[in-house]
Structures are given as structure tokens and as C-alpha cells.
């Protein structure tokens, strides 16, 4: 009995959900709170002592929501820093205002318009730069918000009005009702909001949502799992600038008048700020973050120019009492109805065994096409049953040889392990096989085909993945959550898909959490699904990793040192999971230094020093080659 | 010719405020991964502590000291009193919040700004202010044949000086040595018996100090200064440290000096309305050439 099978008996075992009896309250609780929410809002504008002031008020908190809701895409499920969101505001604003008051096109049609243009001009703009890291990318963003406010200023082709912006912009006017008045206003926005919560919201819980989500977390692990990190930050940009340039054409047929001062770096960082004083990818905290700095200076109005400095000191009490914002989004013991997928088995059993790999089809085809898109044709035959080869590999950093000419086999179903002292260049290998660096010269052939130049997204939908030597999960998110990133590249459901819950849609996330959770078991680590990776004990973690790259169900399952750190009944156990992998089919490919573990398994072993390869073959003759034993303990002198 | 030598000779004077502004911004960056957006309010504050300081008693400090006596006085009080608020803001803003991550402290850093542009304009009102004609040093000559004042020769001198002694104390002293230490691996300084408070302490001192001296230069130069000043030198700081490579202290007075020079030269011979756009289209050009800056070292991530 393998481990996979004393692990299956225990399936569902996990730890006691605290049963209470299920009142009315907690089964409808979220929709009681939906519908008391949006009582309220319905109320509020006639309510006896709110004056119109008071309902303006309500109505900048909308149109700051949705500046939040639309920074939070990109800062809060991103993790990207735009410090120039303001930027996409004002095109959303400015091409309304132009449009209106020259062409009188009606601002009902400019509001889709609006979203379209600052969404296009996101993408136009961020495409060169969206590879910036951190910081860089921050001033870029920056850059952009000045370049765009400046430009309103210089008044181009007198299309802005310069410093004195644009007047006599129109009001919405839906199918002959006109919205005018305060609460017209209130409401007009106020429903708007509500339409871009549910998408949002559904987004959020969606393969584009966690991809997002994987991305901030890390970067590298997240392309390493598939996800096309490049595509997904340009997606983050154009649909929040797209929200944005929407709120920039409701504020301009609002205010009837724009100018450039309303667009400045201190709108920007008050965005910047909403989000963090709501919680970073909290929905509910975006609005609750633009209703306290919408509020705030509002309520100080008395004390005149003093509130400003008042905000500035709140601010930073806020950020040392409630650095995680005021309404987090709380991702650990969410459960699985947390992750918002519809139609899962009552049964978690069921849920496991709906995931058996036979079963799904999340992943790589063995044929020509994966999914009705082809693959590249092969360019050679797979001779001799060898699943990768890599002939002639090499890579240089500045003067110095990595890699030198390396061929390496992996013969399918297999388990290959490839040895050497420290900076030998294996896991620089590995990198190569994987896409995270390009060879010098030489080819990789994975199944047939040359690989060499793809990206690592595209390599693992190929059917290669990977586990890092220092251990790469996502840390703030949840274990079922980590490994759901897997089945990701063999996904084709997109934003559009995830909104509307398409049924193609709703059977992949089916499909892939039950991928997921058939691993997570497979690994023992099912009872810590609710669980933060980073939570997880150190051993734990390698087990979630190796968890996370069988969920890609790759035909080549590369490990980097899945034994360090583990003890002695740790590293045994992973020996009897690597071999019941085998036995299930997989190809394995391994760095190892424990020599316990690699002459116990191992199948095959290549040596590596200096870049080159000094030998290979069976375990036992590699063990007593000459030249293995110099590299690993010196040369004997005479 | 004419025009290029004047704007030129302008270019490297504001250069040099940038530089000694963006010399602090890499510093406190370098050892708190912090982009500190109070900084550019800090040298504001120093414009204005230099400012309060000289039209004191009807400007007592000149009369008694003379123009260039009353001027180092100036600078010196605004160093020491920048000085003083960059420590009182290290540890009543950023100590509390450094644990907590980068975003929390980012968004301390947008509060610290928001309440020193406004704390300023409580104290000394939203109206500009002047610097007075007779504590400015401005004897006009020319060397070589340029044209220049007494005035742009001290303050190109004494930022260099500035500039060099910074460079100095970083890349050749032992304390330097922990700074860069503290720079790299926090955890690791401490553990090879690095104080790293003391170097939070020395750099929060110092970084915003220099800006203080760059402010009562600034205001000197300009005469005016407002509330509201800070933000716009603290974005060219900042534009001038990412364009050298953030954290890389040559790196920031290079960029510094290069913004100030484009800057002059394109609103001299272009336009002056569109220089920042120019100035902003040339940092993002040189960011997609060199993903981390002239000088900023190429970090390839581990994997």
C-alpha cells in the first residue's frame, strides 16, 4: 500500500467545522447583509436632515469607490504600484467632455466610450513598461499621470481648454429620463457601482482573479505554474483604467465642468491610499476606504485649512494600528464555498475523487493539439522513448560558463537524477528546461519538440513543471488556493467567461478545484486546505509545492532538492510519493544531494561539475566512477 | 550660443538642488526601501526655516554677519532643523509602520507629506513668500566670458562639496561601509554587529538635512517660495534618483544634475510649458533601455 492510498483512507478527515445548528441567520447571512446594505443606500437620500449637500457627499464617495475599486485591480490584486491612476481618470473625463461639447455625442454613449479609450490608452502606454519591477514601475506610472495632466494644460490643438479645462458638458440621459439632481445622480452612480461590484466580485473568485492573485504573491512561481504573468498585468491595467476613464465621465457630466487641477498626483495618492485603508483586494474595503477620505475632510470642514493635516496625521495612526487595512480580505477557513465556485459535491470524498487525473481534462494531450489549439509539429522523433533531451546546452553569464555543452536524456517514466557539488549549474539547467533563462546556444527537445525559446507559461502547458530549491509557494494564500494555480495554463475561461459564470466557465473551475483538491490529498495536506501556505511548517511546504506541480499534470515533473531541509522519516517518505508518482505514470527529473535518496530511486544518474558533465549511468556505477568521487572529494595527491 | 551657455549654467544650478534633494531620497531609500514622499516637504520646510531665520529682527543676522555670513547661518539652521524633523518623522511615522511591509509604510510616507505641505501652510500661510532682495548675494560677473552671479558660484560650489563629501563618507569610510551594509541585508548587518540604528539615525539626519540646505539655496536663487513647493522638487528628486538607479548614491547626484541640465536646455531652445512632459518622456525611454537606471546595477533574481 502506497502512501497515496493510507493518505486516501483518511480523505476528509480534516479538522471539526465546529457544528452548529445552521439558524436562519447564518445560512442567508450574506444576502440578509446585501439586502440590509442596499436598503440602506436605497433609503439614505430621504432621509428627513440629509440635505442635497449631504446626498453630493454620497455621490464623491461613489465616484472615489469606483476610482478604488478600479486602483484595487492593480494595486490590490496585482500588487503593481501605480502611483498615476489619475491619469486614466481624466482621459475617461476629458474624452467626454471633448466629445460632448463638440460633437454633442450623448454621455450615456460616452460612458462606454470613456472606459474603452482609457482602457485602450492603459494598454497602449503600459505595454513597453508593464516589465518594470517595484518601484521603477511606480515612477513610470507616475510619469504618466504628470504627462497626461500637463498635456490638459498645454491645451493641444485647443482640444482641452488648458488650465481652465472644459464647461457646458451634458447631463446622462437614459432613455429619455434625464438624470439632473442630486439623488438622480446618487442613484445613477450608486447603480453603476453595484453592476461593478458582481463583476468584481465574480472576478475576483475566478481563475483570472487568483491568477492576479499568484502574480503578487510571486512573480516567478507564478510563471512557473503557468500563469502568463505579462498578459495578466496589461489585462489589470486596461480594465482598471477602463473603470477609472467610466468614473472620469460620470464625474465630468456631474460637475458639467473639468479642468486639469481636479487630476493631480494628490488625487492619485488619495486613490493609492483608499485602497490601502480599505485592504488590499478587499472589495467591501475600497468603498469603505473612499467613504472615510471622501468623509473625513468633510467633517472637518470647520476646521477649515487645518483638515488637511488632521488627514495627513490619520493616515498615519491608520497605518500603525490597522496596517492590513480596515476590511481585509480574509482568505484562510473561507472554506471551499469561499472560493465562490458553483455546483461543487456536498461531499468533500466526492469533490476528491471527481479529481482523479483520468478523469479531467485540464491537461497537456499526449497528440498534436491540446485543447483543438495545435502544438508546434514535432521537428524530431522521440527516439528511444526519451521525453527530454537537451543536446549541446549552453549559457554564459558575462565571462563565465554556466553551462557547457550539456546533453542531458530523460527517458519517460522514468526517474533521472542529475548530481554535483554546489555551482555545478544544475538548478541553472533546470532554468533552462523550464524557459526561466534562454540558452546560449544549444536545443531542448521536450516530446519531440524543440522548447528552447518558449516562455515558461508555455513550456508547463507543454506538460513541464517544476519546484524551486528554495521554496516558491504563495504565501498569503491558502493551500487549495496555491495549488489551483496548476491546472490554470490548461484553462481557457477568461474575464468575460468569469463575469457572466459561462457554463464552459463554471465546469473548468469545477474541474480545477477538484484537480486541486485530489492533490492536495494525494500529499496528505487535505485537513490544511483552509490553511495560509506560509502558516505551513517547513517540511509542509515542500509537500504543497510538489502538490501544486502534479495539479499542472505534467508528463516531466522537474524537483530541485525536494529532500533538503527534511529530516531522515521525512526524506523516506518522500522517497515512497516519488516512486508512487512513478508508478502512476509520471516522468521524474531530480537534483538531489541527499546520496540516500538518490541511489535509492534513482533510475538513472547524469553528474555535473563545472557546467559539464563528468558522467552518467546506473546508480551503482556512477557511485563508484573515479572522476564523481574527485569532484565530490578532491583529488588524491601522490 | 548665448542661450546654451545660460541655460546651461541655470540647468546645473537647479541640477544641484535636484541632486542634493535626490542624494537624500537614495539614501533613506537605500536603507528602508522607502520612497519618501515627505522628503520634497522637507525641503520646503528648509526653504522656510532659512527664510524665517533671515527677515528675523528685519534681517538682525545679515546686518550683524554680513550676506555671506547670514546666508551659512541660514543654511546651517535649516540643516539642523531639517535635520531634527526628518529624525522626529523616521520615528514617529516610519518606525512604528517599517514592520508591517512596504505598501503600509508607502502610504505613512503620503500622510507624512500631506501633513507637512499643510502644516507649513498653517504656520506660514498659503500665500508665497519672498526671500528679500538684501539678504541674497548678487554680485554679477562673468568668467570666461559667462555670466554669472556670485550667488549660482557658491551654491554650484558648495553642493558639489556637499556632494563629494557624501560620496566620501559612503564609499570610503567604515561607517559608509555599514551604511551599504545596512543597504543590502538588514538582518545581516545586525548580525556582523552593525547598529543598524544608528545608521537609520545618521540617515534620517542627514538625507533630509541636505535638502534643507538645498531649500534656503532654492529660496535664495528664486527668491519665492511656497507651501506647496515641496511636491514638485520631491518629484524631480525622485524622477532623478530612478534615473541614476535608485539607492546608488553617484547615481543620484548624475541624474539629479542631467534632469536639471534637459530640463533648461528643452525650455530654452523648445518650449517651456512642455519641459517636464520631456522630462518624463526621457525617464521612461531610458527605463525601457535600462530597466533599473544609468547606473543601477542589473539584479537578476535568484531562482
Known sequence: ?638 | MATFVEQSINGLTIGSFYALVALGYSMVYGVMKLINFAHGDLFALGSYLGYTLLIAGSSWVTMHFGLWGGMTIAMLFAFVGVGLAGLLMERVAYRPVYPTGRLPLVVSALGMSIFLENGIMAIWGSRPQAYPAAVVPSTRFSILGLPVTSLQIVILLLSFTLMLVIWFIVEKTTFGAAIRATALDRSTATLMGIDVRVVIFFIFALGPALGGIAGVMNGMYYRAISFNMGWAYGLKAFTATILGGIGNIPGAMIGGILLGLMESLFAGYVSGAWKDVFVFVILIAVLIWRPTGLLGEKTAEKV
Open chain 1, 1 to 638: 500500500m502506497g502512501i497515496t492510498d493510507s493518505i486516501l483512507k483518511h480523505a476528509g478527515s480534516g479538522r471539526p467545522s465546529g457544528k452548529h445548528p445552521a439558524t436562519f441567520w447564518s445560512r442567508n447571512r450574506g444576502w440578509l447583509l446585501l439586502a440590509i446594505t442596499g436598503a440602506l443606500f436605497a433609503v439614505y437620500p430621504f432621509v428627513p436632515f440629509i440635505s442635497d449637500y449631504w446626498i453630493d457627499v454620497a455621490f464623491f464617495v461613489g465616484i472615489y469607490a469606483l476610482l478604488g475599486l478600479s486602483l484595487n485591480i492593480v494595486l490590490g490584486e496585482v500588487g503593481l504600484f501605480d502611483l498615476g491612476h489619475t491619469a486614466f481618470y481624466a482621459i475617461g473625463a476629458y474624452v467626454t467632455a471633448i466629445l460632448n461639447t463638440t460633437l454633442h455625442v450623448p454621455i450615456v454613449v460616452l460612458l462606454p466610450l470613456s472606459a474603452v479609450v482609457a482602457g485602450g490608452f492603459a494598454y497602449l502606454v503600459m505595454s513597453p513598461v508593464i516589465h518594470l519591477k517595484g518601484d521603477y514601475l511606480c515612477i513610470v506610472t507616475i510619469g504618466i499621470g504628470e504627462i497626461v495632466r500637463l498635456t490638459m494644460i498645454n491645451n493641444p490643438f485647443n482640444l482641452t481648454g488648458g488650465p481652465n479645462g472644459i464647461n457646458g458638458i451634458g447631463s446622462p440621459n437614459l432613455f429619455g429620463l434625464a438624470v439632473n439632481s442630486s439623488t438622480q445622480f446618487y442613484f445613477y452612480t450608486w447603480i453603476i457601482i453595484a453592476v461593478v461590484v458582481f463583476g468584481l466580485v465574480r472576478l475576483q473568485r475566478s481563475r483570472v482573479g487568483r491568477a492576479w492573485n499568484y502574480i503578487r504573491e510571486d512573480e516567478t512561481a507564478a510563471e512557473a505554474s503557468g500563469v502568463d504573468v505579462r498578459s495578466y498585468k496589461l489585462l489589470a491595467f486596461v480594465l482598471g483604467a477602463a473603470l477609472a476613464g467610466a468614473a472620469g465621465n460620470i464625474y465630468a457630466s456631474k460637475q458639467m465642468s473639468i479642468s486639469p487641477g481636479s487630476f493631480t498626483f494628490m488625487e492619485s495618492s488619495l486613490l493609492f491610499c483608499i485602497v490601502l485603508l480599505g485592504g488590499l483586494g478587499s472589495i467591501p474595503g475600497s468603498i469603505l476606504g473612499a467613504a472615510i477620505v471622501v468623509v473625513f475632510p468633510e467633517v472637518f470642514r470647520q476646521f477649515a485649512s487645518y483638515r488637511l493635516l488632521f488627514f495627513g496625521l490619520a493616515l498615519i495612526v491608520m497605518m500603525i494600528f490597522r496596517p492590513g487595512g480596515i476590511w481585509p480580505r480574509k482568505r484562510e477557513g473561507a472554506g471551499l464555498a469561499g472560493l465562490g465556485i458553483q455546483g461543487l459535491p456536498r461531499n468533500e470524498d466526492d469533490l476528491i475523487l471527481m479529481g482523479k487525473p483520468d478523469a479531467s481534462i485540464l491537461k497537456p494531450a499526449t497528440t498534436d493539439t491540446v485543447r483543438g489549439v495545435r502544438l508546434p509539429p514535432m521537428t524530431v522523433t522521440m527516439d528511444e522513448g526519451m521525453l527530454l533531451q537537451t543536446h549541446g546546452v549552453t549559457l554564459k553569464f558575462g565571462g563565465l560558463t554556466a553551462v557547457n555543452n550539456f546533453d542531458l536524456n530523460v527517458r519517460a517514466g522514468k526517474i533521472t537524477s542529475l548530481i554535483g557539488p554546489n555551482g555545478a549549474g544544475k538548478t541553472t539547467l533546470f532554468n533552462m528546461i523550464t524557459g526561466i533563462y534562454k540558452p546560449t546556444s544549444g536545443q531542448i527537445d521536450f516530446m519531440g519538440r524543440d522548447i528552447t525559446t518558449l516562455k515558461p507559461h508555455t513550456i508547463i502547458s507543454y506538460g513541464i513543471a517544476r519546484t524551486f530549491q528554495n521554496i516558491r509557494l504563495f504565501p498569503s494564500l491558502t493551500c487549495i488556493e496555491n495549488i489551483m494555480s496548476g491546472p490554470h495554463c490548461h484553462a481557457r475561461s477568461g474575464t468575460w467567461a468569469a463575469v457572466m459564470h459561462t457554463v464552459t466557465e463554471v465546469r473548468e473551475e469545477r474541474e480545477i478545484v477538484a484537480t486541486a483538491a485530489y492533490r492536495l490529498n494525494q500529499v496528505g495536506l487535505w485537513p490544511y486546505r483552509d490553511e495560509l501556505a506560509r502558516n505551513l511548517p517547513y517540511g509542509k511546504q515542500r509537500y504543497l509545492e510538489i502538490a501544486r506541480a502534479l495539479a499542472t499534470a505534467p508528463h516531466l515533473l522537474i524537483l530541485d532538492e525536494p529532500s533538503s531541509g527534511l529530516n531522515d522519516k521525512e526524506s523516506e517518505d518522500l522517497m515512497v510519493l516519488l516512486q508512487s508518482l512513478v508508478k502512476e505514470g509520471f516522468t521524474l527529473l531530480l537534483i538531489e544531494h541527499d546520496m540516500q535518496v538518490v541511489m535509492g530511486i534513482s533510475d538513472w544518474i547524469a553528474v555535473m561539475d563545472m557546467g559539464q558533465k563528468i558522467a552518467e549511468g546506473l546508480p551503482r556505477d556512477v557511485y563508484n566512477n573515479q572522476r564523481v568521487i574527485e569532484a565530490y572529494l578532491g583529488k588524491e595527491d601522490d
